[in-house]
């Protein structure tokens, strides 16, 4: 999730956040040791990446040509339409457009006369207000969750009661950390749960490489196969306009091999550790047995932490009941007349949701109406980079689209889309998108800036939009389990004191087998929708 990364210890874990470098975080030095920050390169936030992508991407457009493809009533762009037209507008025009930029990225209107917009103008919302207000009332909602201290009371209690049957406990909490990245993208907070997860690794007879591909994969796979994940299929699917709910049949079906096939891989390499020790990719330090005979046992869960699990469990449960168009879902028509039941939710919805349940757990929790209001504005104000990151990525695609180069670009690479097999062109969107997750590590801002360039070539390749968002997040995620700029790969490795070289040792074998599968799934995925 595009958050910044949680504190080292578990009991101070009341907010939750997000800024901008790997999965959206702003601090790429956070989790190495003191004194190490300095001497590294820091590469770049999202936002001064953005900030920077929107400078060029400016500059550019004084030199791509300007056209546009004649478009449905519905606004898509019809094949083989594309004409050159004049650009719009002087340097001082252009020099205004880049200073409103991140402006109309959140509340621009677009003029359905010219096309164009802007701030001052009647026509249909352009800019990711909806997406920004949807982004801290959930930010709002997972810090007042993480206040009351239950899910990780319940991730503790977990992961000691099953400290005697090892391959249990590995298979146990990878799956709660998918689970819980694939409905709302836990990647940062799992930073908190070397403390617990180390010792009990370290007793069981394994390494610290155990240990740490349980947290890391763990949780990294879920977020990678997101089904309803709302800081990457959430904001893919908004800027590729199609429902959150599109393609989760997939999705689904992704999540559950693909975790199926890491855990596997992590028992794997735990069971060979665990008979031949000195197989190990990190050895054993001095102290470890030690530490481990120290694990403690965790507080029980209590009443109150039972209710407020229940609770979030309902609102994610209900929040995927929303979103499914359902009729489409279940007669596997495209144009299936929605159910009565339905509710088709989307963004202002959702938001309204998250904000409604922020209250009402904190309610239940008993959390008192000034820390409950305290812990709320928190939330929201945790989150706000990763709000900024859609705002800014949304504000490249205003420049792009007034300056009418966005329909260049797409006409550039119409040709290598015709008449390609559906299958191929749903493997090239997670190929092409593999340096752009490196470049634009914020999986928020990497959508949106994205998703308005790709999504159309999937109406090209007559490829639904849902795979493109499905390939899309799947190569962020990929990358984020392994690149350096996040987190949650260097902070791990610091918090369970392994070599990130040593690390990438043993997740390369994985990495390869995960990006076969993707392939496979987003190329039938092509071919079914």
Not at 100 to 112: E, H, S
Not at 152 to 180: K, N, P, Q, Y
Not at 362 to 379: D, F, N, P, T, Y
Not at 399 to 423: C, K, P, Y
Request: aromatic share 10%; hydrophobic share 50%.
């Amino acid at each position: 999730m595009d958050r910044p990364p949680e504190p080292e210890d578990p009991e101070d874990r009341e907010g939750n956040a997000d800024d901008a470098d790997g999965t959206g975080k702003a601090d790429g030095t956070s989790g190495r040791p003191e004194g190490e920050a300095a001497s590294r390169f820091a590469f770049p936030s999202a936002l001064t990446v953005l900030v920077a992508v929107t400078i060029a991407v400016w500059a550019l457009a004084f030199v791509v040509p300007s056209g546009s493809y004649r478009r449905t009533p519905d606004g898509d762009p019809v094949q083989g339409t594309y004409h050159r037209e004049a650009a719009p507008g002087d340097f001082v025009h252009r020099l205004g457009e880049l200073f409103l930029a991140p402006v109309n990225g959140l509340y621009g209107v677009r003029d359905p006369r010219t096309g164009q917009v802007a701030t001052d103008v009647a026509g249909t919302l352009y800019g990711s207000a909806g997406v920004f207000l949807f982004v801290l009332a959930i930010g709002a909602f997972i810090t007042v969750v993480f206040a009351t201290g239950a899910l990780d009371r319940g991730i503790e209690r977990l992961a000691h009661r099953l400290r005697a049957r090892g391959a249990l406990l590995i298979a146990g909490v990878m799956t709660v950390f998918s689970l819980l990245g694939t409905v709302e993208g836990f990647a940062e907070e799992t930073l908190g749960f070397y403390g617990l997860i180390v010792p009990l690794m370290l007793a069981l007879g394994y390494d610290r490489m155990v240990a740490t591909g349980t947290i890391i994969l763990g949780a990294g796979v879920g977020v990678l196969a997101s089904t309803v994940n709302p800081f990457a299929t959430g904001v893919a699917s908004s800027a590729a306009d199609v429902s959150l709910g599109d393609g989760i049949t997939l999705r689904f079906a992704m999540w559950f091999l693909l975790t199926g096939v890491t855990i596997a891989y992590v028992l794997w390499y735990a069971h060979r550790v665990r008979v031949r020790p000195e197989r190990s990719l990190v050895g054993f330090l001095p102290g470890d047995r030690e530490l481990a005979a120290a694990s403690a046992e965790p507080p029980v869960l209590t009443g109150l932490h039972r209710t407020v699990l229940a609770l979030v469990t309902a609102v994610f449960v209900f929040m995927i009941f929303s979103v499914i168009p359902w009729s489409s879902a279940l007669t596997g028509r495209a144009d299936a007349e929605p159910y009565g039941w339905e509710l088709g939710w989307s963004f202002a919805q959702l938001a309204a949701l998250f904000l409604t349940a922020a209250v009402l757990v904190g309610i239940v929790a008993r959390l008192g109406e000034r820390r409950l209001s305290e812990v709320v504005v928190r939330g929201a104000a945790d989150f706000l980079a990763p709000a900024l990151t859609i705002v800014l990525a949304r504000g490249v695609t205003v420049i792009m689209n007034n300056a009418r180069i966005t329909d260049t670009v797409l006409h550039s690479i119409e040709s290598a889309v015709t008449g390609s097999a559906a299958a191929l062109f749903g493997v090239l969107v997670f190929i092409v998108n593999l340096p752009l997750a490196f470049l634009i590590p914020s999986t928020s801002g990497h959508a949106t800036l994205a998703m308005p360039i790709l999504a159309p070539l999937a109406d090209f390749a007559g490829v639904s939009r849902s795979v493109v968002v499905t390939a899309w997040q799947a190569a962020s995620g990929w990358m984020n389990l392994w690149v350096p700029t996040t987190a949650v790969v260097m902070g791990g490795v610091s918090l369970a004191k392994v070599g990130y070289d040593r690390y990438l040792r043993f997740v390369w074998p994985l990495l390869a087998i995960l990006a076969v599968l993707i392939c496979g799934f987003v190329a039938f995925g092509a071919v079914v929708t």
